[in-house]
């Protein structure tokens, strides 16, 4: 479980590295190769996605679930704070519904 | 560096994501399906022998690397807050690849929790409006 929330919070990092990446990018290859917010999103992302398969492995789907809608939770409080993307009734009510809908996926059959 | 998006950019960069999570559910099938080669509790080392030589697992984090290369181009024009959460659509093709695919049961609470999950991404995508 702690495994899926580390991951749920580092991959919410690895997303905003990645949305400064993506801002950052130009046509030509030397712009993707010395983009350092790319390789710290890539490795941020990659190293979440290793603790979720590891938390996933470990623990119950009715925990690990919510706890991956935690993450995009994150994601949009860093959206707010370092790309001054607003915080909208209809962000919060979709993620509200997103963190529902994986809860009940998660349920027991 | 925030250059406003057009509409037609933004409606791509929800269609990328969308494309994402169709790659993601398929990433992960590939990889349930090569996990087991991987012994009960493998080491990192012998995790990264098992993703370089079982093709099922070559495969599915090829996709992975795939769908992070997507997800960036369409961070380009997309606001991450609107963008990121529409990658809860795999776990709802991942639930109906389950059902279909490796005949796991369907039950009433997963068929909610899809059009839940159905329903909170259409609400974000209104929401990001401008």
Known sequence: MLFVFAAGFIGSFGAAFLKAAAGRLRGNFASVLTNWHLGAGIILYGLSSVFFVRGMAAGELSV????????????????????GEPLTWGKLGGLALIFGG???????A | MLVPATTAQRRFSIFLVFCCTLIN????????TGAGHLGAHPSLFSTGIAILTTPQLFFGYS????????????????????????????FVWVTILSATVFGEAMSAAKLGGIAMIVAGVATLGRGSGK
């Not at chain 1, 919510?66 to 790309?83: D, H, N």
């Open chain 2, 25 to 32: 559910a398929g990433a992960q099938v590939l990889i349930k």
């Open chain 1, 64 to 83: 690990l679930y919510p706890m991956v809608a935690l993450g995009y939770m994150w994601t949009i409080l860093w959206s707010r704070l370092f790309f």
């Open chain 1, 102 to 108: 994986l809860a009940m996926l998660g349920l027991r």
């Open chain 2, 63 to 90: 996709l992975y690397a795939l769908s992070m290369v997507l997800l960036v181009v369409a961070l380009r024009h997309g606001e991450l807050s609107a963008i990121y959460p529409v990658i809860a659509l795999t």
